[in-house]
């Protein structure tokens, strides 16, 4: 019974200095990491809810919240600019590729930002028209954020604009392209900015400066 006991008192004296099961001691860390940036703690509001959310937000955006601006808002903004990136980037293309579109005769420049000028300077009547638009877009937008916001049964971009019923019936389905969405449309973000930057500071197109470089490399 001695030696029982005894045995017993150096057993639990052991393990009180064994080490903690490593398995619960890394997913205790990793559930405060961000997914995107590992040596920083996920934003505690970038809980994965939303598609595309790895956490990434270094400069802790996501905590705004009293200056009208916070984490709704902000995927709003997000979500608008992913599409109209898309939009602008198959347009540089559509036009470089393809001509102008008709009633634009005038932009005969493959660089979209001089061509932008060209238009400027024969049909300025289409700028201020696309300023209307974009006016009234916003203005929509502005009211369904507020009361989206407000209401809270709105989702962060959703007009309801699903013609071909992709999104409804499988919300496994929906959830793969609302996270396919949000992926190309940073891209898209990326590559409009890359046009932009690159047609103002060499004045090509982006095919045609691909093609330039490609050329210059190889021969």
């Not at 389905?173 to 930057?197: F, P, S």
Request: hydrophobic content about 45%; glycine content about 10%; proline content about 5%.
């Amino acid at each position: 019974m001695m030696k029982a006991t005894t045995l017993a008192l150096l057993a639990g004296s052991a393990a009180a200095f064994a080490p903690a099961a490593p398995a619960a001691r890394t997913v205790a860390l990793g559930a405060e990491k961000s997914a995107s940036l590992p040596f920083l703690n996920r934003p505690s509001l970038l809980d994965g809810s939303m598609a595309g959310d790895v956490g990434f937000d270094p400069l802790g955006l996501s905590n705004i919240d009293d200056v009208g601006i916070d984490l709704y808002w902000l995927r709003e903004a997000e979500v608008k600019h992913a599409r109209v990136a898309m939009l602008a980037v198959a347009g540089f293309l559509q036009v470089e590729l393809f001509g102008p579109a008709p009633g634009c005769e005038a932009a005969t420049i493959k660089c979209q930002t001089d061509a932008f000028w060209q238009i400027w300077n024969s049909h300025p009547q289409y700028i201020a028209a696309g300023l209307l638009l974009i006016t009234v877009f916003e203005a929509v937008s502005g009211i369904a954020t507020n009361s989206g916001r407000e209401i809270g049964d709105r989702a962060p971009g959703d007009f309801g604009l699903d013609p071909l019923g992709y999104m409804k019936g499988d919300p496994a389905k929906a959830d793969r392209l609302r996270a396919q969405e949000i992926a190309n449309g940073r891209l898209a973000m990326w590559a409009a900015v890359g046009l932009i930057g690159q047609g103002c500071s060499n004045h090509l197109g982006g095919v045609e400066a691909l093609t330039q470089s490609l050329n210059d490399n190889m021969f």
